[in-house]
């Protein structure tokens, strides 16, 4: 605006000391007519508005322009598996006692320790158990497990990273190369028997995953399982490069890592994923499933549990962008040639107006499109 200010005054004083004052003050004051930036003012926030528009009604929540924008540019995708991958509903799938002990007893002791954790694998384990022993003094151990006391006894529960599984290690690594996460049970520095839990895929995760791949983003996998589970569960979806054992905050490094290629888009569903969500240039939510803390920290929520949203989420920001950028190039076309034909007398103010009215109207029109 302050060029075209110096351009129309220019033109109007030069006129004027050539001594053609009332000629060219008129034609400077068309120039600012032309120069007018209507149309240019309306290709961005209608497109956007359109777009946010048909995106909520197909369940994909928007949290403004800048979100949407930066969506359309995102090359990597960053996904969580508990929740994201996963249905979020697992279950015991095999109890493996120690000798001298009953399945059930290992089952009883995991769930006097994970009664009052809000992980989701205490659900399942809770679920299988046929009753819960007493546990006192149990703490967590963030991103590892559980420590408690029975009696004069310390008590472990973790994955076998926290607790040594012993005798019973070879049945471990066979368990979590069939994508199971396992749980192993300790008393008095002894392992009493492991639990193997598993969280199946989602059916579409792998249409999701190609999906992504087509529209040509680089997909990652990040969790806090073993490699071992991960790795199994990549490979059922097509994800190569999987990064296992992450705590929150390494979750929330290898985003920052991750944007070095290009801007970056995590989806997850969990309060551990919200540090990954905030450093992410995108932070996705699975809204359905997803907690409080997720979608309050997601610049865009996921409403439905169906993983294929998230490539349509992906696409659609990128057609808004096309649109956005017709109007933009439009609407400065226009401009451009404008300024120049309304400075040589070529196009009078009546003209300059309709025209522009017209630009308003092809910028509207084409900014719809964005639904």
Do not use: Y
């Amino acid at each position: 605006m302050p060029g075209i200010i110096v351009v129309a005054a220019a033109v109007g004083i030069v006129g004027s000391i050539l001594g053609q004052a009332e000629v060219w003050i008129p034609r400077a004051l068309v120039v600012l007519v032309a120069a007018a930036p209507c149309a240019f003012a309306l290709s961005v926030p209608v497109s956007v508005v359109a777009a946010i528009g048909s995106a909520s009604r197909a369940g994909i929540l928007v949290k403004g322009g800048a979100a949407l924008e930066m969506l359309a540019a995102v090359r990597v995708v960053a996904l969580d598996k508990t929740g994201t991958l996963t249905r979020n509903e697992p279950r015991v799938i095999r109890v493996v006692p120690a000798d001298g002990v009953q399945p059930d007893d290992v089952l009883r002791l995991a769930a006097g320790l994970e009664a009052r954790s809000e992980h989701p694998l205490a659900r399942a384990v809770l679920a299988a158990a046929p009753g819960l022993t007493a546990v006192s003094d149990v703490e967590a151990v963030p991103g590892h497990g559980l420590v408690g006391r029975l009696g004069d006894s310390r008590l472990r529960l973790g994955r076998p990273g926290f607790v040594d599984p012993g005798p019973l290690a070879p049945v471990a690594e066979g368990l979590e190369a069939e994508g199971a996460t396992v749980i192993v049970i300790e008393r008095a520095g002894a392992p009493v028997g492991l639990i193997g839990v598993r969280d199946e895929l989602r059916a579409e995760a792998g249409d999701a995953v190609g999906a992504l791949r087509d529209l040509g983003a680089d997909v990652v996998m990040l969790t806090g399982d073993n490699a071992t589970t991960a790795a199994a569960l990549g490979a059922e979806v097509g994800i190569d490069r999987v990064h296992a054992g992450l705590l929150p905050a390494d979750k929330a490094r290898l985003v920052g890592d991750l944007r070095r290629n290009g801007p970056v888009a995590m989806v997850g569903d969990g309060i551990n994923d919200a540090p990954a969500l905030a450093t992410a240039d995108v932070g996705i939510a699975m809204g359905a499933l997803g907690t409080d803390v997720a979608i309050e920290t997601a610049d865009v929520a996921l409403m439905g549990d169906d993983l294929r949203h998230l490539p349509q989420a992906l696409l659609h920001a990128r057609r808004a962008r096309t649109v956005m950028r017709q109007n933009l190039v439009l609407s400065g076309a226009i401009i451009a040639t404008l300024v120049p034909l309304a400075a040589a007398g070529v196009l009078g103010l009546a003209a300059v107006v309709a025209v522009h009215e017209v630009a308003e109207i092809l910028v509207i029109a084409n900014g719809l499109r964005a639904r």
